[in-house]
């Protein structure tokens, strides 16, 4: 897990469709529509701890696990 503070930014080769955030007990916190190749997302009204980043492509579902 990498730390982020505040601002997390997000950037693909391909379009990122939405974005979702769930907390350690696999709760959604946050879903984000993107539409775009780059984003950014304000993280820090989030408890400091571990979440889980979903973020789905047009082609792709992928996730990965981040400290906020």
Do not use: C, M
């Amino acid at each position: 897990p990498n730390p982020t503070n505040n601002i997390l930014h997000l950037e693909s080769k391909r379009k990122l469709k939405h974005i979702e955030i769930y907390s350690a007990d696999i709760r959604l916190i946050q879903r984000t529509l993107v539409n775009s190749y780059q984003f950014s997302i304000d993280v820090s009204s989030l408890n400091s701890g571990t979440y889980l980043l979903k973020y789905i492509l047009e082609t792709l579902v992928s996730s990965l696990l981040r400290n906020f």
